[in-house]
DNA sequence: TTGCAATTAGAATATTTGTTCTAGTATAAA
DNA sequence: TTTATACTAGAACAAATATTCTAATTGCAA
């Protein structure tokens, strides 16, 4: 992680990696069936570490999850720039490794009906455009605010809980 | 372009273009010295027709500017995947060709500059808070609002202007 | 101690892919 | 017609890098 996080993930290559670990190849490849497994396990770990605060929070506060997302990125800069900066592709870039599909889909099972739930309890419906305000506020605006600083190597700046703060208020307060 | 949009930036080899074009590979490096400078060239031609639009409405208003963002996307559905879909590290992978770098940094210079203008007129400043509140209005959110969509190959709903424009409003509208 | 499994080591292999090279062919101006 | 330039062709080359393989070595349980 500390080398995809300071290099880029076509940095890590097998060989920087097991040189980095000060191991020789065989062990990386004693360990992991390949190179793709190594980084769909690491990166999986992350977003369901990421999710399941994620969704808590949702339960309890819309905008309290929208606002924790900043703060997680803040308390875990190294993972947050895995998750945000690079696409999945980067990382993992052949099909999934078919031990790790039920995650994958329980991961975007969990945050759909987490949002869902959120809608219902929050509007009393759930329809198409509804979800995707509630996606919006909750979701790709707060990272959005969050990348353009990953990017560059800094943490958020606390303007960007105002912002996103206003955001989530005019975007949920819009549905009726 | 085409083949970028519809595999990837990692399926563009140069035997896969030439095929692709009906050509043989010693044509394409007669024109390109290089497969990074092809790409390069058509990224920056890409960003270049953006910007202009963007900085040009801008100039008069900050949110016809964020909603002719969704406009362009629109209508430039391919190009838009291009620019907001893959990392520019993914298409162009070593450093910027020299006879670029000119027209790289003026690129950022104007989008900066633009945006500076755009404070001062409207705010009469342009501090460092100011310009990051611009910058989010302006850019982040709108280019959040679509690229979830471009990467479903979908053309970005209606909903998405109402949400940019609410926002644009609640973020702007808090500068003093 | 003995024996088995886990691990180390890294050289060798295979594959993919950008780039070069050389020889031939078309085109258009003089 | 001549000639020079642009272009076609694609085989050959080189570099990078994931993966495999085999032989040693270590650690641990019986």
Redesign the pocket.
């Known amino acids: 992680m500390k080398m995809v996080v300071e290099k880029g993930p ?9 040189k980095g670990m ?17 980084l769909a396990e690491a990166w999986i770990r992350i977003v369901e570490s990421f999710q399941k605060e994620f969704i808590e929070t949702l339960a309890k506060d819309g905008l309290q999850a929208a606002l924790n997302t900043i703060r997680w990125v803040r308390e875990h800069p190294r993972e947050a720039r895995i998750l945000l900066v690079y696409r999945r592709e980067e990382l993992v870039s ?1 099909p999934w490794p078919e031990h790790l599909k039920g995650r994958i889909a329980c991961l975007s099972r969990e945050l759909d009906s987490g949002i869902r739930s959120f809608a219902k309890k929050q509007f009393g419906h759930a329809g198409k455009e509804t979800l995707r305000r509630a996606t919006f506020a909750l979701v790709d605006v707060p990272l959005a605010a969050v990348r353009r600083h990953l990017q560059d190597g800094e943490s958020p700046p606390a303007v960007i809980d105002e912002m996103v703060r206003e955001t989530y208020l005019a975007t949920i307060g819009s549905i009726k």
């Open positions: 076509g940095a890590l290559t097998v060989a920087a990696l097991a000060k191991a020789p190849i065989g062990s990386v490849y004693h360990r992991f069936p390949s190179r793709d497994v190594l052949g």
